[in-house]
């Protein structure tokens, strides 16, 4: 709008004003797409780590009634199994930013590794033990999966080019909305609402792109109640 008051007369005529409209649908039309595949992109990443981390509650409690159900030799193997999934739950429902980054350790790898050792170690008596085990490695294994993927691709976010090339073509939107338009106060509440909304589907991105962070975080519900029943 400013720049407006500065531009010769000529640079204003209603066919300058056209180009600059012309220019400014393109570039929103573009936005507008990338906006959409990237809300529906976050959307589907954040849906199917909420869905991955209530199977994972499922499988853990299901691991540890087919222990229970084993026999009272695996009282050392549900201890590790309680042990390891608190412990991960804690730190990546920390207040640290780094929760994620710290699950993948040594360490914490280790308590998993011998909780699969245990498993391996069980001399299955007759059929029914047999089939327990089984289904304990094959549960194990799901375990393993899920927090491996939440290793590789919990720490994600917008892409940084991405976000700067689609801010600077928010900027040149917006600034041929001032070109072709008058300065009132109306205008100006207008175009910052639409700013506003703007901004807010970029927000909501990058919240869903950080599935274990800020405002949009996925509910740790799931896994507390799970470790309510480890040990039943």
């Known amino acids: 709008m400013f720049l407006r008051r500065l531009l010769p007369e000529h640079h204003l005529s209603e066919g300058s004003m056209g180009v600059v409209k012309l220019g400014a649908g393109l570039i929103a039309t573009l936005s507008a797409l990338v906006l959409g595949l990237l809300i529906a992109s976050a959307k589907t990443s954040y849906e199917r780590f909420n869905d991955e981390f209530n199977q994972t509650a499922v499988n853990v409690i299901t691991l540890d009634r087919a222990l229970v159900n084993y ?4 009282k050392d193997a549900r201890q590790l199994l309680r ?4 412990s991960a739950v804690e730190l990546i429902f920390s207040a640290d930013d780094k929760g994620v980054r710290n699950l ?4 914490r790898l280790a308590q ?3 909780l699969q050792r245990k498993l391996r170690e069980l001399v299955p008596g007759n059929d029914l033990q047999r089939s327990y085990q089984s289904e304990a490695l094959a549960l ?5 999966r899920a927090r491996w993927l939440i290793i590789e691709q919990g720490k994600g976010s ?5 976000l700067v090339v689609l801010v600077l073509w928010l900027a040149i939107i917006f600034a041929g909305f001032g070109l072709v338009t008058v300065k009132n106060s109306t205008v100006v509440v207008v175009l910052l609402l639409c700013a506003l909304s703007v ?3 970029i927000f909501l991105i990058e919240e869903m792109n950080r599935p274990f962070q ?5 509910s740790s519900a799931p896994m507390r109640n799970a470790l309510d029943h480890l040990g039943e």
Request: glycine share 10%.
């Open 214 to 218: 800020g405002l949009m975080k996925i």
């Open 112 to 114: 998993w590794e011998q």
């Open 104 to 107: 993948d350790t040594q360490q």
């Open 158 to 162: 917008m892409p940084i080019p991405v």
């Open 199 to 201: 901004s807010g589907s």
């Open 71 to 74: 026999g009272p030799e695996t």
């Open 140 to 144: 194990y294994r799901d375990l393993m």
């Open 83 to 86: 042990k390891a999934y608190a």
